[in-house]
């Protein structure tokens, strides 16, 4: 069926239940908060159904593929593969072959999608997209669609002219040249038309490829959408949902418009499963997983740590007010004094602050944040009351999970955080044992506790208490982030090369910390609002961190968009690559994020030298 739209959504589910009676469904998943997310929806609806079903969750391509060989073609029952933010940049039709039984629905946030997974005619692909750009989508498959048409059709009349050639040798001299004459200029301008539009349709599609990648809405939010179509939503889902769309705004991969939209829907449903009943909502259990719309600070965690902290680590007042130098963390303070809260209290942790003065924050800030250029402070989100015992907004529990899922064993100690029992070995044994030591001959270090990591998140999301200790980790790194971008800033550790500013981290004690992807993009997003505000020109990012174990560097890239809640496609995919090729370098490809390689250290210097030219 190739691309379908929400008014298909239905008629696809009831697809998967179909193959469900006759065998085996794997749901692969991306490990990054907005998967996990969705994965929980899907697998709610999935349960509901008494459809049976087995989670994988995957890392890159590489775990694809040893997948692909290891599961799914040595499970002769398997009638269904879901991919959550995984598969829809790759052909699916060549990498899953001799496998025609088995039907393939995808849900994935990152673009551009392959187009042909999108015009397959098989049968067995179902590409899960939205409106968003439903006319270029169209476009784009009617070019890749023509494109092909008439690419099959010169190499038919290729053959054909080479055929036609060979029996005019034998063939008697004609006695009729103007007529033949004329034909062949009637075919030489059809063959110009052809060319013509062949060359336009390519161009069209070299721009759909070439201009960057990029992200569209939430897959958490797609499956939503499949949930309220199939009327089987409630406050639980719909959490999750909230969840998985903040977790796309706060990482800057989704715009304000998109992200608006969802919270016009968001907000409409809340008011449905959190009715008000009167004196029955004094209760505990009228409290217990209550949702609630509320005004989101752009300033993280500030109801788990102190205020002080929270605003100092939080890179849009950060970056403001340029705590990094000692005029900065003034400024700072005498925003506190203008507000009428001393630098004692808002050291306090947020919880042991005087009551006034909480009831009075919103107004405050709202009154003395502008002055400081604070004017966008807030945004509209929501938060969830646990009983009595904890109030976690949505953007609290994208970082807790976000944390859980980053932070390797050697950073948890460096962090003096206690060790948590592993999970239970049955539980991801088999998964372990698929994973390789390195890709592509390149090691990482990560790849030894991602899967431990992404079940400790996984089973966190549905625990309050799990989601309290990733909030008091991810304080840890949070300032250890910030105390990286600051020396950055301070040392002025970057290099501007023309198009792009280079950043290497390659010592001090938080190395151990920027060994995941997520880390090193949230360095980068803080880097952005510091150079966005103090910085003579707003490049695009490129960070690599070494991994002193494996010889190697994680490269990074971050487009940095002029303000918060725009974004920027990426054009770092395609240059990497092509930099990897021209320069020979040793590198991996591995991640489902296009802009993210591994590099052999000895290759990065001429890599980053060569990088520029292949950007636009």
């Known amino acids: 069926m190739g691309r379908i739209i929400p008014t298909a959504y239905e008629r696809a589910y009831k697809e998967i239940k179909q193959d469900a009676s006759e065998g085996n469904c794997i749901i692969f998943i991306a490990s990054d908060v907005d998967s996990i997310c969705a994965c929980k929806i899907f697998q709610a609806l999935l349960k509901g159904d008494m459809i049976q079903h087995k989670i994988v969750p995957v890392s890159g391509y590489k775990d694809l593929e ?9 499970d002769s029952d398997l009638r269904s593969i879901v991919m959550i933010n995984c598969g829809g940049a790759i052909e699916l039709n060549e990498f899953f072959r001799d496998i025609p039984n088995v039907k393939i629905y995808v849900f994935d946030s990152h673009r551009p999608l392959n187009l042909d997974n999108l015009t397959d005619t098989s049968g067995r692909l179902f590409v899960f997209d939205e409106y968003d750009e439903d006319e270029k989508m169209k476009k784009m498959m009617g070019a890749h669609a023509l494109a092909k048409e008439m690419e099959d059709s010169s190499d038919a009349m290729s053959s054909d002219q080479d055929l036609s050639d060979e029996e005019d040798s034998d063939r008697p001299t004609s006695h009729r040249p103007r007529q033949r004459r004329r034909l062949n200029n009637d075919k030489g301008q059809t063959w110009a038309k052809r060319r013509a539009e062949k060359r336009r349709q390519t161009q069209l599609l070299k721009d759909y490829y070439g201009s960057g990648v990029y992200y569209a809405n939430s897959v958490a939010g797609m499956m939503y959408a499949l949930a309220t179509l199939l009327s089987k939503t409630n406050n639980e889902l719909l959490w999750l949902a909230i969840t998985g769309v903040t977790a796309q705004y706060i990482f800057e991969r989704i715009n304000t418009e998109k992200y608006m939209e969802k919270v016009q829907i968001f907000t409409e449903d809340v008011s449905r499963f959190n009715i008000s009943s009167g004196e029955e909502d004094s209760s505990q259990s009228a409290s217990e997983n209550r949702i609630s719309p509320e005004d989101e600070y752009r300033f993280m965690l500030f109801r788990h740590w102190s205020l002080y902290d929270s605003m100092f680590h939080s890179g849009y007042v950060a970056s403001k007010l340029g705590v990094w130098r ?9 925003m506190f004094a203008r507000m009428g809260f001393s630098l004692k209290q808002c050291r306090e942790v947020y919880n042991h602050m005087d009551m006034e003065l909480k009831m009075r924050l919103r107004e405050k800030i709202e009154t003395v944040a502008p002055i400081y250029g604070l004017t966008d402070i807030c945004f509209p989100s929501f938060s969830r009351a646990y009983g009595w015992k904890y109030h976690l907004s949505a953007s609290d529990v994208v970082y807790s999970l976000a944390t859980l899922l980053e932070t390797s064993p050697s950073a948890a100690q460096r962090l003096n955080k206690a060790e948590d029992d592993p999970p239970p070995e049955e539980n991801w044994r088999e998964l372990d044992d698929l994973a390789p030591e390195d890709v592509d001959g390149l090691g990482s270090v990560r790849r030894k506790w991602w899967l431990g990591n992404f079940y400790t998140a996984f089973d966190s999301l549905s625990n309050a208490d799990a989601i309290r200790r990733g909030l008091n980790l991810c304080m840890k790194t949070q300032k250890a982030i910030v105390r990286q971008g600051m020396a950055v800033i301070d040392k002025r550790n970057s290099t501007v090369l023309s198009n792009f500013r280079m950043i290497t981290i390659n010592k001090g ?13 949230k360095l980068a997003l803080f880097l952005t609002d510091a150079y966005r505000e103090h910085g003579k020109r707003n490049l695009p990012l490129v960070i690599a ?10 490269v990074v890239s971050s487009t940095g968009a002029k303000t918060f809640g725009e974004t920027r496609k990426n054009p770092f995919a395609i240059a990497f690559h092509d930099t990897a090729k021209n320069t020979r370098a040793r590198t991996s490809f591995d991640s489902f994020e296009a802009s993210i390689l591994q590099i052999h250290k000895g290759d990065l210097e001429i890599f980053v030298e060569n990088l520029y030219a292949g950007l636009p």
Do not use: C, M, W
Request: proline fraction near 5%.
């Open 66 to 74: 040893n997948a692909n060989e290891k599961l799914i073609k040595r």
């Open 326 to 334: 000692e005029f900065g963390q003034k400024r700072l303070s005498n």
């Open 509 to 521: 004690a938080d190395l151990p910390i920027f060994q995941h992807p997520l880390t090193v993009s």
């Open 545 to 554: 961190s070494l991994d002193e174990e494996n010889d190697s560097y994680l």
